[in-house]
């Protein structure tokens, strides 16, 4: 099984519009500093098979998505998602890291890594596209290597700069849109409104409409062995409530549980 390398990959795609009748946007409390947003997770996996994962590593946990936002000059965003045991990072972990152009057009470099047990991986992207490469750096409990990959887009996104990307950009997405994921290698993929589907959330005792995109593989080319769907609020600061990453023998659900910190409404402006 595969899903301690693909769950990074894996998330990454957003959707649209999915309330019934459509709720108001509700305003949540938002405070902290000006340039940090971050959200509280739980998380748990579901799905016929998932009880073969979890003689891998735990089924549930916590997640915790920190962004933080360019402010004295500064010119990228780092965004970073920690999910870990129950009893925290000790007990294990996935662990994704991306710096991004302000924009969310493209990454600049990328990490995701785990830790279950003895089991130990990492892999750090240093994204060069001038000269149209990626320059790779793993490290497993037993080595380290380093590669260079060519790269065939000039617009690379992450897992991390996808999400940002599909909440900045949620209002004008409004059809499919083929773009590249990377994940170790290059992926056509394709973000598209899952119309027509319904769902609400409650945080701070309000009742939340949500609008989402799904992410998924497009035709032709390397094959993306992943399915990822997000629900966002339907206020301007689309606050992921929900985040599914489907894998064949499971999917990883992620529910909010609490705001942190949100400064999305001030970096977008």
Request: with cysteine; hydrophobic share 35%.
């Amino acid at each position: 099984m595969h899903m301690p390398r693909r769950i990074g990959v894996v998330v990454l795609g957003l959707l649209v519009v999915l309330g019934s009748s459509p709720l108001e946007a509700t305003e949540l409390n938002c405070s902290g500093s000006s340039n940090i947003e971050e959200f509280r997770y739980s998380w748990q996996l579901r799905g016929g098979l998932s009880w073969i994962a979890g003689l891998i590593f735990p089924t549930s946990g916590v997640g915790n998505l920190k962004t933080v936002f360019p402010k004295n000059g500064q010119h990228s965003i780092n965004s970073e998602l920690l999910i870990t045991a129950p009893n925290g990072r000790s007990g294990g972990y996935f662990a994704y890291e991306s710096e991004m152009e302000s924009s969310g057009r493209r990454t600049l470099s990328s990490y995701s890594g785990y830790a279950w047990g003895s089991k130990r991986r990492s892999e750090r992207t240093r994204f060069d596209y001038a000269n149209r490469q990626a320059l790779v750096h793993r490290e497993t409990s037993s080595k380290s290597s380093d590669k260079v990959r060519p790269l065939d887009d000039d617009e690379m996104r992450d897992v991390l700069t996808a999400i940002y990307y599909l909440r900045r950009n949620a209002a004008s997405i409004k059809g499919p849109m083929i773009t590249s994921v990377y994940e170790g290698k290059e992926y056509a993929v394709v973000f598209r409104p899952l119309n027509g589907r319904k769902q609400s959330f409650t945080l701070e005792g309000n009742r939340v409409g949500s609008i989402g995109f799904e992410i998924l593989d497009a035709p032709g080319g390397k094959k993306w062995p992943g399915n990822v769907k997000v629900w966002l609020s339907e206020d301007n600061r689309r606050i992921p409530f929900r985040i599914e990453i489907r894998q064949s023998m499971a999917a990883l659900q992620l529910d909010l549980q609490s705001i942190e910190s949100c400064a999305f409404m001030q970096a977008a402006k």
